[in-house]
């Protein structure tokens, strides 16, 4: 193995073109059954140096947990190469255990009839984790999370908010080099997922811990991420800074126009239509890469102007238009610094 | 009527456990064989047993395995889900439904026997007729009596794992009574060795509990030995306890109806 | 893939994954067993539970010899030994393995994708994940029922005699044992069918807990060539007894018990890494 340790040039997450294609058996009639594949993942291609906190999100069954089991090595990939830190997750599963933290949002990584304080101590001696390290760092979970009051406590009796805390925590003991967080705020109320979020954004800046994470909620990514990768159907369709996604994505800004009074539909304005009207006020849409002054002074020029603001989209709409493109132009293979996916 | 409904998709949702239901009729059918091999070495050696033939005493054996699961024999039988919504306090939900619980339960244990009886039930006792001299009746009227006694037989099953179901509003964990309740049965219905083998008051005794009514009468209905008198002396015996346990369960429910109430939930 | 550095890696990672299986299995169950005795009453409970579900099966047993003086021709006693001999086997490997058939829930709840995640191997964490004390209830009725059966028998105990028993034993536990982990491998690919090992984990034990001269040829056949239980206790025990086995197999197969073992143990093993492969390329 050249640059086990992750420390050399190499990215500690480096992956490319790796897929995944899973054979399912599909009911064809009354008793045929036909074989089918399906890709799951599509050959993927990203590089996530030491440090860096990445959003991955895409739509359900784009291929995003089936990366992450990849990642993780639950799942061997069916092609491409794949390292974290230096190590073949299919090949060296437990050493590579040693080095990253999961989260799963949707189940424990705990012991689930055992009280949170074992299923740290199990964590301790399963992991060897050096007792200086282990008892600072579970102070500094069980401070930064409040977890005090619930290490007594089984772990099937926690609340899902108070599991998530505990699960952050375990996978974290051992000091991993990269955590991966899958959808780690599902479910959670607004104070638990600020406190979740806070925590990461912590240990990313503190410890220099790498994060994945994959989520629904997108105000995790605003908060968290400067990077952000959207899968759909198996491919990477971009891989760049958030703030590229409006450009990538072809957005559209809105105008909302109020008139004097109620008029018919604004007409005859370049590049711009009218979407909605609702008494004197009435919204515009237009191309996010046009500038808005000269449609304004179309508006102002020919309709009784009292008020106006803009509207940039939503990272929520531009998601959305991205998906909505679908993957079918994307190619696999951008580096992290490219700026938009292809078009 | 929503008895019907319940007991229908208590019916269609245990007939999608296919797999399971395959591994049960397996694992049914492998212990049918052993069980059998020693009851014919049992009445090799004391050839009029407790008053059964050997071709008796083995349609005894394949008669217990096809009524295992639909009866319950060894505890559970859905009911265990009941007891997790009492200990978790979601039953209260169902108490303020209009539809009562036992009726319920019993509408659902009903669906729950019939998909049984007829997925796991019939498969090993074919085997059985196949592999085995069986005294099975020729007449259609024998078995028509052999079903309704053991429905009767479910009846009494659900009427015990109810009860034991509503312990769980006062005691903390059911599981030790579940566990006691199901090694009963599995004792004390017959399962291991016909009741009429017991020997003397003993086996006396066991005849006259409410277990006797879960499969030796059925067994017994189905053999032969049961006919006309003693026919329908079994089916009463079945009818009251069943009768008795269905009302103690009431019982029982407007108590924790009650207490329910009293601590909110 | 880069080939040339595979091998030495492989062979490290197998001595490594035998200690960390160990050391991972040593753990949980230890942890298992200190959360079970922090419940103490509900512990000896589920125990006594356990011990006369066993108990009841010895006494319908006990009623048929109130009827008969001899199955199969065995007595009493013999027919004791032999099932003390059985359950001893079965316990044990209740005890170690019996958590293994949760596997298929795991497989359908995804949580065996968690025991992935950790440094150990899966198949230390599913076999003690669970670990059930309460089990030492078949195990102590079994001892006793062997025990009083030891006293009864007709048998000259020499220092040879009782080793042939322990060893019994030791290949009966490995025997079940080779069988929970292959039932358990199964449910990779049948996840409903955790009632299917029943039929040879309990069911071999009800089979082996009779003489052999009560079932038919065909059927001691299949559990000596096939899924060879017989190993476990019948033919050592015949061996003990003084009685021929019914299949009139040489003298020398008695004695073949741990060679069957390792046999079992190897083949559960390719079962339960083929399964695990399967499960990790196919992710069901």
Not at chain 1, 207 to 225: A, F, K, P, S, Y
């Amino acid at each position: 193995m050249t640059d086990s340790d992750g420390t050399g040039p190499e990215p500690l997450i480096d992956v490319r073109g790796i897929e995944k294609v899973f054979s399912v058996r599909r009911k064809a009639g009354r008793l045929r059954r036909v074989r089918e594949e399906v890709r799951a993942v599509d050959g993927i291609t990203f590089q996530v140096p030491r440090g860096e906190m990445v959003g991955y999100i895409g739509p359900n069954g784009a291929g995003k947990s089936t990366t992450i089991k990849m990642l993780t090595g639950i799942l061997v990939p069916s092609g491409g190469r794949l390292r974290i830190a230096g190590i073949d997750p299919a090949r060296e599963r437990t050493r590579l255990a040693r080095r990253i933290g999961v989260v799963f949002g949707q189940r424990t990584t705990l012991w689930w009839d055992l009280p949170l304080a074992d299923s740290y101590e199990l964590v301790r001696r399963m992991y060897r984790i050096p007792d200086a390290v282990y008892r600072a760092n579970l102070e500094r979970c069980v401070e930064l999370l409040d977890l005090a009051p619930l290490l007594a406590v089984p772990v099937r009796q926690l609340s899902l908010g108070q599991r998530m805390r505990g699960d952050i925590a375990a996978a974290l003991l051992h000091d991993p080099e990269v955590l991966y967080l899958d959808e780690p705020t599902i479910g959670l109320d607004v104070v638990s997922k600020a406190k979740v979020r806070e925590f990461v954004r912590e240990v990313n800046a503190d410890r220099g811990t790498t994060v994945l994470l994959t989520t629904h909620d997108l105000t995790d990514i605003e908060q968290l991420c400067r990077r952000v990768m959207v899968i759909d159907h198996g491919r990477l369709v971009y891989d760049g800074a958030l703030d590229g996604l409006r450009a990538a994505a072809d957005g559209e800004r809105t105008l909302v126009v109020d008139l004097e009074r109620e008029l018919p539909p604004i007409e005859g304005v370049p590049g711009a239509r009218t979407v909605r009207v609702e008494g004197p006020r009435q919204w515009l849409v237009f191309p996010a890469a046009q500038s808005a002054a000269p449609l304004v002074t179309a508006v102002a020029e020919r309709y009784p102007l009292v008020d106006l603001s803009l509207r940039e989209p939503d990272v929520e709409s531009l998601i959305a238009e991205l998906y909505a493109r679908g993957a079918t132009r994307a190619e696999p293979g951008r580096t992290p610094d490219g700026q938009r996916a292809p078009a | 009527m929503w008895c019907v409904a319940v007991a229908a998709g208590s019916f269609r949702r245990y007939a999608t456990y296919r797999v399971a239901t395959a591994a049960g009729v397996f694992t049914n059918t492998v212990f049918g064989f052993i069980v059998a091999y020693t009851f014919v070495a049992l009445w090799a050696e004391r050839p009029h047993l407790g008053g059964y033939g050997q071709a008796q005493a083995l349609t005894f054996v394949w008669t217990a395995q096809a009524l295992l699961a639909a009866a319950a024999l060894m505890g559970g039988g859905g009911l265990e889900e009941l007891q997790e919504r009492i200990r978790t306090g979601d039953v209260a939900v169902d108490l303020y439904r209009p539809a009562d619980l036992q009726l319920w339960w019993l509408a659902a244990d009903l669906g729950r026997a019939g998909m049984q009886l007829i997925g796991r039930g019939v498969v090993p006792m074919a085997v059985g007729a196949l592999v085995f001299p069986l005294a099975l009746p020729g007449d259609v009227l024998t078995w028509g009596w052999f079903l309704l006694s053991v429905l009767l037989g479910i009846v009494v099953s659900f009427g015990l794992r109810y009860l034991v179901a509503l312990a769980s509003f006062w005691l903390l964990d059911g599981s030790g009574l579940s566990m006691i309740s199901g090694l009963a049965c599995l004792f004390f219905s017959g399962m291991l060795l016909p009741l009429r083998v017991f020997p003397g008051g003993f086996g006396e005794v066991v005849q006259l509990l409410p277990w006797a009514a879960i499969l030796q009468v059925p067994a017994d209905v189905l053999i032969g030995v049961r006919t006309g008198g003693a026919l329908l002396r079994g089916l009463v015996f079945q009818a009251a306890w069943g009768a008795a346990l269905l009302a103690l369960g009431r019982l029982v429910q407007s108590a924790a109806t009650r207490r329910v109430v009293v601590h909110g939930g | 893939m880069a080939d040339h550095d595979r091998w030495p890696a492989v062979r490290e990672g197998w001595r490594t994954a035998a200690a960390q299986g160990l050391y991972a299995y040593g753990l949980i169950v230890r942890m298992w067993v200190r959360s079970t005795l922090a419940y103490r009453a509900s512990f000896v409970m589920m125990a006594v539970g356990n011990f006369a579900a066993c108990a009841l099966d010895f006494v319908a047993i006990l009623l048929m010899f109130s009827q008969i003086d001899a199955l199969g021709g065995f007595t009493l006693p013999e027919v004791a030994f032999l099932y003390g001999t059985s359950g001893l086997s079965l316990g044990l490997a209740d005890l170690l393995l019996g958590s293994m058939d949760r596997l298929g829930r795991r497989v359908r709840d995804g949580t065996l994708d968690v025991l992935l995640l950790r440094p150990a191997p899966v198949f230390a964490q599913v076999a003690a994940d669970r670990f059930a004390l309460r089990r030492l209830g078949r195990i102590s009725q079994a001892l006793l029922v062997l025990g009083w059966s030891v006293t009864r028998l007709d048998v000259d105990w020499t220092a040879g005699r009782l080793l042939l028993v322990v060893l019994m034993t030791v290949c009966g536990t490995a025997i079940f044992g080779a069988v929970f982990t292959t039932g358990a491998a199964f449910q990779f690919w049948a996840q409903d069918a955790a009632e299917v090992q029943n039929s040879f984990t309990y069911g071999g034990n009800a089979l082996l807990q009779y003489p052999p001269t009560v079932f038919a040829k065909d059927l001691v056949r299949g559990v000596t060539f096939v899924v060879p239980l017989a190993f476990v206790n019948w033919l050592p025990a015949l061996r003990l007894l003084g009685r021929p086995d019914p299949l009139g197999l040489p003298g020398w197969v008695d004695f073949l018990g741990p060679a069957v073992a390792a046999l079992m143990c190897a083949g559960a093993a390719l079962a339960w890494r083929y399964g695990l492969r399967g499960y990790r390329s196919t992710g069901s």
